[in-house]
């Protein structure tokens, strides 16, 4: 129904785009194409606040069959095989040289970090550490930190490591392997060709103890060492022909990894040497390789799966259908996927007034809605929160800019659709007729199923105001995508939709993407021309250790980049549903930073409730 | 007899030859021309587009060698046994190959078992009962099977299966030596599936190849002599019709065997397909290579025994 909206008044722009083949048959191999409503290209935007919410009764019945995020650890008995899925494979296992970030999340079962992040408690976590396989630190000098390890701390009762005790040569090895061969080591490591990277050495002071040097006061050090797809720590044996870490793991976490073939499955049992074991409640997890949606939905339907995906336009129908599955709504989500420009020099988008005409030509609402179903879910009762995305995600709490509140200053223009003015911007910057440029996004599922027609809504509200042509094009992910477009620092032509990567501090994403030395920066072409108030900007935040100085700098420079529009962030988000079998126990009640974070604080607090399993 | 077969042998090494050699040329020059390099992923994958990264990678993959050495080195390596290893994870292609080719073997062969077992059946049916309505349902229902493509079926059957029967298949793939009956139970669905996709043209080849037969003279002799139409059908017919079947099943099983990724996919099954398909999206050479190599020599050996076959069901082959 809301989904049909973006289709329905599409009709009107289809009439108006005769001439583009390729959108119209986008449009309708997609078969949502609508039938009816209509407006032409002035119409006025969608509102999502005027969508009609349901009456006080059908919230309130709505509200009543949200999970309660009961804690029940007291009544909790252990043993027993949580059944998850998972959609894909690794490229391999080894997380700190794999080419692929599927590497890291895997480890994350195994490999410990030096810090971990605090769950929240029946509320969204806030990003605070806590100690992991350091049991503390400190912060003598803005540049050194100094880690204590656990004494109790053992690698995986497994040749040719058999218990030894996790020590500091271990984590100097991981850092050095991490500087040297991760793809994320440009985030953190200083450098040859990374002179700003925040930390510049890690030395083993004694068996238990790791002194980190930085290069400056990096106010988000700590929440990179717990993050999963930075520094997970493992034996140096891996090296040394100990154990392929390729192939093999030796787990030094709560997990151990008993079973994998490849292309089929995960299996995760208790490792019964982890210095908290006795605190874990499941005996482990089955993960079943599902890539097919509709299979793993008829497994989750079968009870052979006890939490699945649902896509969020089916979740009210399949309550409905099976009334005794558990729903839960997630917090919003911090990762912010991108529109943004080819920089090449003569590009029409060098001038920001092209960049702010296209962001005003977004339909904000009216994306949120076709994607986020939040329209049913108003109407059905179910809570909902739209935020439009400024250039971080709506989801960081306290330092995301409402670009819709009068805070965001002159760059709130841009986040609102006007095509009257986005007429004049183009005029003023001497285009009269429309820019005909290529806009490219990956047809192929790596970003999941929805993403191709998020992008070719993009592309249809650029198009529908009649100031852009766009020749659509689908670059293969590998070999065109990643190097010719998402790497490439500004060094195409037109317009790309992409993904954006999952950071556990927004200065990670600022510094990466906006930054002219980021390395997945799309905002300087090459390098070279550079918005040195933007760079100043993001690098005085990450080097000020007072928390409200540096939010309100943070917020300072999304100001600044709505002006700039540098990139055109996703619309927004509003928080989604999930769905799972009620026999989880703890389920929703202690929550992770993110998914991948949580395997030694929320995934150790599950169990396996006998008195609801109806399987 | 002798005679042929080694004939046979020959050519089948000699296709090998030409097989690897266009294999290798696709994989290792045209690839890398119009579409990509595995280094070139990787290295985009670590951020960056370096040249000297790029270099470095190809060293360390032997990859910077000139092509004709690279090709002799691979092909003396396939004689060895060893089929490489994997650019991404480091394994060997052989011991990869080894653990899946087995699982693919058995779905395609069961699958074209199953399709034979009924479609040979239905389609001598279908003849005997050419123009009336067993015939005309028989033609429609291959037709039918013909158009709908079994991953949708496939895809239907666990839908409903859930939707109707809170059925859903096996997640835990067993091995057929380590638990035979949950083996059964995962592979006996994927395989009859993978076996309904050449039912339809079988069963209307079958049909055609029987009729041809029925209206020879040695079938009306057989009758003016007062046979039953069963032993007309049985003795005389069907063993005649069934050659240019054989030939068709024969080199139905190599695609069959090769085709199962889809199904693999779906019911979460450790075979060839999938390993095939995940390694093409990395450019994978070795593995896409030995793969692509092991599938043609099956398709080559698949030709060997149709032909070997051949001297069997027709004697006059031999001469």
């Avoid at chain 1, 998850?84 to 794999?98: E, G, I, K, M, Q």
């Avoid at chain 1, 805070?407 to 095509?419: I, L, P, Q, R, S």
């Avoid at chain 2, 450790?270 to 999206?281: A, D, E, I, N, T």
Wanted: charged share 20%; net charge neutral.
């Amino acid at each position: 129904m809301a989904r049909d909206r973006f289709w329905e008044n599409s009709f009107s722009r289809r009439r108006m785009l005769t001439g583009g083949a390729a959108t119209g048959l986008g449009l309708t191999s997609l078969g949502l194409v609508g039938c009816g409503g209509g407006g032409d290209a002035d119409e006025e935007p969608v509102d999502l606040e005027s969508v009609p919410t349901a009456d006080a009764t059908t919230q309130q019945k709505a509200q009543s069959i949200l999970w309660p995020r009961e804690d029940t650890t007291a009544k909790a008995t252990k043993g027993e095989i949580y059944q998850a899925y998972t959609t894909a494979d690794v490229t391999n296992l080894d997380p700190l040289a794999s080419p692929s970030f599927t590497a890291n999340s895997a480890g994350s079962w195994y490999y410990p970090r030096l810090l971990s992040y605090k769950p929240g408690y029946k509320v969204p976590a806030k990003g605070d550490v806590q100690g992991y396989l350091a049991e503390s630190w400190q912060q003598p000098e803005p540049t050194k930190v100094i880690f204590k390890l656990r004494p109790n701390a053992v690698w995986e009762n497994a040749a040719p490591l058999n218990k030894r005790p996790i020590d500091a040569e271990d984590v100097v090895f991981s850092w050095t392997k991490f500087a040297a061969k991760n793809t994320s080591r440009k985030d953190l490591a200083k450098l040859a060709d990374n002179p700003n990277g925040p930390v510049e050495s890690m030395t083993a002071i004694d068996k238990n103890t790791v002194e980190v040097k930085l290069q400056y006061p990096y106010a988000p050090f700590l929440s990179a060492m717990a993050y999963s797809r930075y520094l997970q720590v493992m034996p140096r044996e891996s090296e040394s022909g100990g154990y392929d870490p390729r192939n093999e793991v030796r787990s030094g976490g709560p997990w151990i990894l008993s079973n994998y073939q490849r292309n089929v499955t995960f299996q995760y049992r208790k490792n019964p040497d982890y210095w908290d074991a006795s605190n874990v409640l499941l005996n482990g997890f089955d993960i079943p390789i599902i890539p097919e949606y509709a299979a793993g939905l008829a497994q989750f339907r079968a009870k052979k799966v006890w939490s699945f995906a649902v896509r969020q336009e089916e979740i009210i129908q399949l309550k409905k259908d099976l009334p005794e599955l558990a729903i839960d709504q997630a917090a919003h989500g911090r990762t912010c996927w991108i529109t943004y420009f080819g920089l090449k020099p003569g590009t029409p988008f060098a001038d920001d007034r092209v960049r702010r005409a296209a962001s005003m030509l977004i339909d904000r609402d009216l994306w949120i809605d076709t994607f986020y179903n939040v329209a049913e879910f108003r109407t059905a009762g179910y809570p909902t929160d739209v935020r439009y995305h400024s250039h971080i995600s709506a989801g960081w709490e306290g330092t995301w800019l409402d670009p819709k509140s009068a805070d965001m200053g002159e760059g709130k223009a841009n986040f609102t659709k006007n095509v009257a003015d986005a007429k004049k911007l183009l005029e003023a910057a001497g285009f009269t007729s429309p820019i005909e440029t290529d806009i490219a996004w990956i047809a192929t599922g790596q970003y999941g199923t929805t993403f191709p027609k998020q992008a070719e809504v993009i592309k249809g509200m650029l198009e529908e105001s009649g100031l852009f042509k766009l020749k659509q094009v689908n670059p293969d992910y590998q070999t065109d995508y990643l190097p010719k477009y998402y790497f490439a620092k500004g060094d195409f032509t037109g317009i790309a939709v992409g993904a954006s990567t999952a950071y556990p501090e927004v200065d990670q994403f600022l510094f990466s993407y906006y930054h002219s030395q980021g390395a997945r920066q799309k905002s300087s072409y090459q390098g070279t021309v550079v918005d040195a108030k933007s760079d100043a900007m993001i690098e005085a935040q990450r080097k000020e250790l007072d928390t409200a100085k540096r939010t309100q700098m943070i917020k300072d420079w999304q100001k600044y980049a709505a002006t700039k529009m540098i990139l055109i962030p996703y619309p927004g988000q509003s928080p989604a549903f999930s769905l799972f079998w009620p026999w989880i126990g703890n389920a929703g009640v202690f929550r992770a930073w993110d998914a991948e974070s949580g395997r030694d604080t929320t995934e150790t607090k599950l169990w396996f409730d006998k008195s609801k399993y109806t399987g | 007899m002798g005679r042929y077969v080694t004939q046979r042998l020959l050519l089948a090494g000699l296709t090998l030859v030409l097989v690897s050699i266009i294999v290798f040329t696709l994989l290792r020059v045209i690839v890398p021309l119009v579409y990509g390099d595995a280094v070139d992923i990787i290295a985009a994958e670590y951020g960056g587009t370096d040249p000297e990264l790029v270099q470095d990678l190809k060293d360390d993959y032997g990859l910077s060698d000139a092509l004709v050495p690279q090709y002799l080195r691979w092909v003396g390596s396939i004689l060895r046994g060893d089929l490489g290893e994997s650019l991404f994870n480091g394994r060997p292609v052989s011991k990869e190959i080894q653990d899946r080719l087995p699982v693919s073997v058995e779905l395609g062969l069961v699958g074209l078992i199953s399709s034979v077992i009924f479609s040979v059946p239905l389609g001598i049916a279908a003849a005997v009962a050419q123009n009336r309505w067993p015939d005309y349902f028989l033609r429609t229902s291959a037709i039918l099977v013909d158009s709908i493509p079994g991953f949708w079926l496939a895809i239907m059957i666990i839908t409903f299966g859930s939707v109707w029967f809170n059925w859903a298949p096996p997640l835990r793939f067993e091995y057929l030596h380590d638990d035979p009956m949950t083996h059964l139970k995962i592979m006996a669905l994927p395989a009859l599936l993978i076996g309904l996709t050449p039912s339809g043209s079988l069963i209307r080849l079958v049909r055609t190849q029987m009729l041809e037969v029925m209206r020879q003279d040695y079938i009306r002799t057989a009758h003016a002599k007062g046979l039953s139409g069963r032993a007309v059908v049985i003795s005389h017919a069907v063993r005649n019709a069934i050659l240019p079947v054989v030939t068709v099943i024969g080199l139905s099983l190599p695609g069959l065997i090769a085709g199962t990724a889809i199904f693999e996919s779906i019911f979460s099954l450790p075979g060839m397909g999938q390993y095939l398909v995940s390694s093409v999206g990395n450019l994978d050479y070795p593995v896409i290579m030995a793969t692509v190599f092991i599938f043609s020599v099956l398709i080559v050996l698949s030709n060997l025994a149709v032909d070997i076959s051949y001297t069997i069901i027709d004697p006059r082959i031999r001469l």
